[in-house]
């Protein structure tokens, strides 16, 4: 990944941290897929089922920390941390996402539930 590309994921997640959909929106491709990698099928598929999710996130007062963003080459991996689970009040472990962007856009943001499974995922370096 180039550095603006880098920069763009981050700064991307940090309009999701301000409540911002709509900033969200313009760097999401219109054939976004953004899923649990266990689970292929199930996520959103397409710019507006993400949106759908992003904004009742945001109703919902989901919210994450941006831990850590890294560039693993062709792809940008993130690593969050959630504030807490909205059923049951408890802070989950830190997990991340593989996300791809192409010509400047977002086309692709695979979930992994634990960090680990998301720097071998990439192929950087598990601590």
């Known amino acids: 990944m180039s550095a603006a590309d880098v ?4 700064r991307t997640w940090e309009a999701f941290s301000r409540r911002d959909a709509e900033a969200v929106s313009d ?10 990698a266990d689970e292929p099928t199930a996520g959103c598929h397409g710019r507006e089922e993400a949106l759908t999710f992003i904004r009742g996130a945001i109703a919902g007062g989901v919210s994450a920390d941006l831990v850590d ?23 989950p472990e830190p997990h991340g996402e ?14 992994y539930w634990t960090v680990d499974e998301t720097l071998s995922a990439a ?5």
């Not at 920069?7 to 981050?10: D, S, T």
């Not at 760097?27 to 649990?36: A, E, H, I, R, S």
């Not at 963003?69 to 802070?91: F, M, N």
């Open 69 to 91: 963003v890294r560039d693993a080459g062709d792809r940008v991996v993130l690593i969050l941390h959630r504030h807490r689970e909205p059923e049951s009040g408890e802070r």
């Open 98 to 111: 593989v996300v791809t962007v192409r010509d400047g856009k977002v086309t692709e943001m695979v979930i």
């Open 123 to 127: 192929g950087l370096a598990v601590t």
């Open 7 to 10: 920069e763009l994921v981050r």
């Open 27 to 36: 760097v999401l491709d219109q054939q976004l897929q953004w899923y649990p």
